[in-house]
């Protein structure tokens, strides 16, 4: 399935591509939206039925094209919010993106995890469509975007998968930080394993699983809750302090793991990270807007950002599980060694670095964004 969702990676940058220099009457992102969220429709209903009926390489070739729509219609969105939202507007947007999609992320957890069979998810899912797109297309009210040319263009088309410090300037070390802070990210995948083997109340041991849902839900939930407000109090910071708060708050995190053996103690760190996560998200897409190497088109560019996301998630784990293999390796046992778990929160702590390290090469963000009315 991991091959599955980077093959569909690729479809994003031409999308962009396509939407940058669509002529349509209804605008040159919601097309898009409208499109890949109607294939994804129809794909989740048959995702639901080749699942009941067993059909497993059926269910995959359906979920590459729903994964392919899916990012189709996400391309088309981060397109419509920056042409819509005016700049000193942003940091608002952003915060309130990143509280949306935390909150999703919680309600999600909570009905599929403690109320709903996940069959039901399904169902769920395309409820959500069904309601969010018609709400999208309301509110974006766009109208038919003139371009100097609407052909193909083979070689921008080319242009487009290629990023380079020369070619995207600073939007080149969004892109690295964010590839970075989803290497860190991808640490938590390890959390069940490190419920189930470190900590020292059997019941939380036992019921490692239920443990893991709540936490990432009171982790969300406290993500949601900063990043409402962290992208108004960027403005007075700068995006990039925040963003270096965000990421220390991460790794000392990651280092707090390594002194605790009790559950309660994993929910109190479980709540930081959230906070340093709910701080990030806040002002990740703002971040990005401001560097696009153009306004105009941006779409493409910010499909590579989205690609940045699904790299970081994929390479994160490549180092980190075989180092949890090796270091914790006990012959005979299913359970992982203490210094095991050491290392994968060093290699967190390690990506939270290049993350903010990454962002010493930006040259925006640094400075305070006043609002109007205190110019």
């Not at 993500?223 to 960027?234: E, H, N, P």
Request: net charge neutral; glycine share 10%.
């Amino acid at each position: 399935m991991l091959g599955i969702a980077g093959v569909s990676q690729l479809v994003s940058p031409f999308a962009g591509y396509l939407s940058d220099h669509s002529t349509n009457s209804m605008g040159r992102r919601m097309p898009f939206v409208l499109a890949g969220n109607g294939v994804l429709f129809c794909m989740v209903g048959c995702l639901y039925l080749a699942r009941s009926m067993g059909w497993g390489l059926v269910y995959l070739f359906l979920l590459l094209i729903a994964i392919l729509a899916l990012n189709v219609a996400y391309t088309g969105f981060t397109g419509l919010v920056s042409d819509m939202i005016p700049a000193d507007q942003m940091s608002v947007c952003s915060g309130i993106m990143g509280g949306c999609t935390a909150m999703g992320a919680v309600v999600g957890l909570i009905c599929i995890g403690f109320l709903l069979p996940v069959e039901h998810a399904y169902f769920l899912y395309a409820v959500t469509l069904a309601i969010c797109t018609p709400l999208t297309w309301y509110a974006a009210n766009e109208r038919r975007h003139d371009c100097a040319s609407s052909e193909i263009d083979w070689k921008k088309v080319r242009s487009a998968y290629l990023i380079s410090p020369s070619s995207h300037g600073d939007f080149f070390w969004v892109f690295i930080s964010r590839m970075f802070y989803y290497m860190a990210v991808s640490v938590q995948i390890y959390i069940l394993y490190y419920l189930r083997d470190v900590m020292t109340e059997q019941i939380v041991v036992d019921n490692a699983k239920s443990c893991t849902a709540i936490l990432c839900i009171v982790s969300q939930g406290s993500s949601g809750l900063v990043s409402l407000v962290a992208g108004t109090l960027a403005d007075r910071t700068g995006r990039k302090p925040a963003i270096y708060t965000a990421v220390t708050v991460m790794a000392l995190v990651y280092i707090g793991y390594c002194f605790v053996d009790t559950y309660s103690m994993v929910i109190l760190l479980g709540i930081c990270y959230g906070a340093g996560n709910g701080i990030y998200i806040s002002v990740d897409y703002a971040l990005a807007v401001e560097c696009l190497p153009s306004q105009s088109d941006g779409a493409k560019d910010l499909a590579l950002w989205g690609v940045a996301a699904f790299l970081g998630t994929m390479f994160g784990p490549c180092v980190a599980g075989p180092l949890l293999a090796w270091l914790g390796y006990q012959p005979g046992s299913e359970h992982y060694a203490f210094i095991g778990y050491v290392g994968i929160m060093m290699c967190g702590v390690l990506y939270c670095i290049g993350c903010g390290s990454a962002l010493l090469f930006v040259s925006k963000g640094n400075a305070p964004r006043l609002s109007r009315q205190s110019r």
